[in-house]
């Protein structure tokens, strides 16, 4: 398929391009969904692009606290939605909550960094969600801002709801999985999902994890859930009984 | 007495004559030419065995001093400290504080002698840098805390003499290198300051004579004073009857043997290379125990108070017999030990020659020590090792450079003392032995990250640590950057370590703590696991916050095999020896008989490994084809090795599927014919090791290498990157691990070239790693590939083939492993559920 230089916004998602192989395609509520080896999930009946916790300048945050960490944090973040972007073609890109580290995150982007927000919102509806360290609107960002969003069956919000929803897609949980064969370990960030609803894996670079074995997550889904790891070019679907609890 | 001793005699002043005559002891010949030294101004460096006085020797000038200073009333003395004493070992500081204050209270000497170290109380360490004592007894991390306060010219102006004991332990590391420039600043401050080094006979001490005395470029270097040897050592090999195993490292085989030598000698310390072979020997030998001797374990890893508890039995003699590693390999001396036995491979001249100094601290009398190799490849190691015993002969040591995150974290402590001028500091770095080479670059990028991260974005202005004042010098931002200093200071980063404690049944509190084991090694267990550790058999149960809950076990075997803890490669210098003894079937005759007819079989069926080439046999077994390859540079190198050469392999579409390696070979496996593979021109062995594989191959690996990570991190710690866990104020340890491997990939993928990650990449080269040993072997063979395409198995492949399914598999990358797990799996995942097509 040929591609144009710059996105025609409207074109048909670029399906070829995706590595991730059947693994990557997953049904949600009955919705199909497929999800990205970068940390992304597309929903090609919508063309929307979904992302979650992308902790947006926590490298600057931190260097406030004296622990000066590489700056570069926002911008690998942001290649990978500019990648994904690339990769889907989509017409809304939404933002799952928490993707400002911090409520003067938005002050603190480079320009490099509002450029690269700005080539993402050319032509594309962008939607923040409301997360818990970015409750507000923030102006850098453009866009909508939004508590959550309901649209074509689905729900989709920060924090997930205390109680087994259908039709769910939150984030705020940053999941990691662990799976340890012949006396190796590989632990990575992960998508988890029963079927009825699910957990994003954090996209920021700097951002930690928290096993989906944890009473936190595993409390979450109503049937054995299945946890859809990052890997280098396509995502590794793993039973909940495979994956090992940290340490 | 001879004449000389007589002569010599006269030299000494009173009442240190007397003192010496009351006990009828001459002061001996070193001990005498360091006092001389002292008094023409010169620093030296006193090379002498165990039990030579060497202590004394450098305390004598002090003592005298100090003893000849007016005893007037109203005359003050001068505020600061005379002498500085820095050891490794906190205990050892302590043990010499003891042994010093006898003499000088039996010589009735006005001296203060106090310790300081993490132990001393607050109130004692601020009293301390009002009222300094005449000697202060320390270690490297309190001399670089009491360096980085305003108060430091007070203390240090009047120093004297300072004392580096156990120099040849210190100077080749981390810690190394912080002493060193805690000593260029020592010497700022007191520039008349001698320095005499201690060190036990090492290859080359030249490195550690310019240690004593500033460097300015022309190599500079203190005198040196070789005492005179001890007797030689009686070393034997013990030439077990029992059949000597192919592989492993347990000398299971020897142990009757070896409780004989328990039974037959007062008090022996054995040593071993891992705390695994310490709790496996130690268990084996209370199993055959009938005598109900008292035997103690002793290794790094054991609760603090149990070590001491088996130290301080130890120092009354109450133990028969002592299991440890290179736990003991230092420490305070103890008199009664009359036999060291080594268990396993000495892996290098110059610790085994430490080891046997353990036994018999009367120097003319000889230490005794009995070898017990514990397979075959160890029977050649220890012929090698015993040669060089006898014949003295070091490991030469690894040319070092100091460290730069060592180099951040002592700019930053110098920014606590106070403000500096940049080019004076540089001059000053530059003249510590570790950093004189230090190009102005490095200098400059190392107080560039001190700043603000020294990051190519210079996005940290408004954050900074350091600023420079108007005058152009630095200074701290502000108080809580001396804070952070102060609680990160020092270069040992341990691994993350888990407590193990001991709970009875179903409890999750409570219970005895036992040790602490390294995370890593807790990681790839599952609840139900059983593994050795402090002498029994535990079942690992779970993990509550930083504590391993385990039960006793009534299994015979561990599960889990290997609990690699202090392991260290083969040296070198020891390589070089069994290699040598390898390629001359001449020198086969003070081998064991079926050592000898393994090594007469391989020359039959393959071939020898030469001096100079590299052997390498490729072979057909159990549907699988193996290359096994014969560096004999050690695991560590090897192990990389094997990284490099199984992307290759795969990128050659040659299929390898694992390697294992140990001290001596490694060995690849795989689905395609490597012998077929070479002869059709497909496989060019010459290409496959070609030295080039350091390279983009090298690269390609280290990002994704767990080992460059961990070697991240504590660059980043020690550097002060990030902050450094705290019993009781640390939020959660694997947050940290973590964080620092998510900082490593960001770092990696944007600012390649920043100071850190040059760090890590030069502790790569020789630490984990060990690419310096890998690149020097290399290029050693690069034309000297010796391949022989062989039917079946050579026996020299058998112990490195037998590892296979012992030792943890490398060489395959995690996104395999993932795969492999969703393959297996997804079958039994996708069962009764109709979600997912």
Redesign the interface.
Known sequence: MAMTECSEVYDEPDLQADTSGP?G???LAGTELRLDPAGGLFWPAERMLIVADLHLEKG?SF??R????????S??TLMLLVEMAARWRPRIVVSLGDTLHDRRAGTRL?PVEREMLAGLARGREMVWIAGNHDPDAVPELGGVHLPQLAVGGLTLRHEPGARPAAGEIAGHLHPVAR????????R?RCFATD?ARLVMPALG?????LNVRDRALAGLFAAPF?AH?I???RT????DH?C?P?? | MTVLDRQSAIDLPEPFRSWFAGRGWAPRAHQLALLERARLGRSVLLIAPTGAGKTLAGFLPTLVELAERPRKRNSPRPPGLHTLYISPLKALAVDVARNLERPAAEMELPIRIETRTGDTPASRRQRQRRDPPDILLTTPEQIALLLASADAPHLFGDLKRIVLDELHALANSKRGDLLSLGLARIRALAPEAQTVGLSATVADPDTLRRWLVPQRGEGEMGDLVIAEAGAAPELSMLDSAAHVPWAGHTARHSLSEIYALIAANTTTLLFVNTRMQAELLFQELWHINELNFPIALHHGSLDVSQRRRVEAAMGEGRLKAVVCTSSLDLGIDWGAVDLVVNVGAPKGSSRLMQRIGRANHRLDEPSRAVLVPANRFEVLECRAAMEAVRAGAQDGAVERTGALDVLAQHVLGMACAGPFAADALYEEVRSAEPYSALPRKDFDDVLAFDATGGYALRAYERFARIRQMKDGRWRVANPTVAQQYRLNVGTIVEATMLKVRLVGGKARYGGRVLGEVEEYFVETMSPGDTFVFAGEILEYRAIVEDTVLVVRSHAKEPKVPSYEGGKFPLSTFLAAGVRAMLADPSRWKSLPNQVRDWLEIQRRRSRLPGREDLLVETFPRGGRHYLVAYPFEGRLAHQTLGMLLTRRLERARLRPLGFVANDYALAIYGVSDLSLAVRQGRLDLGELFDADMLGDDLEAWLAEAALMKRTFRQCAIIAGLIERRFPGKEKNSRQVTMSTDLVYDVLRAHEPDHVLLRAARQDAATGLMDLRRLSGMLMRIRERIDHVALDRVSPLAVPVMLEIGREMVGGEAADALLAEAEDELVEEAMRGDDRVQ
């Open positions: 693994a395609l997953i049904a600057s260097a406030a004296g622990i000066a960490l590489p700056p570069y944090d911008r690998a480079g799976v340890v064969r012949r006396g190796r370990s590989v990575r079927g670079a700097y951002a930690g994890g299945e790891l890997g280098g070019a590794y679907r793993i039973a495979v090992a940290d340490r």
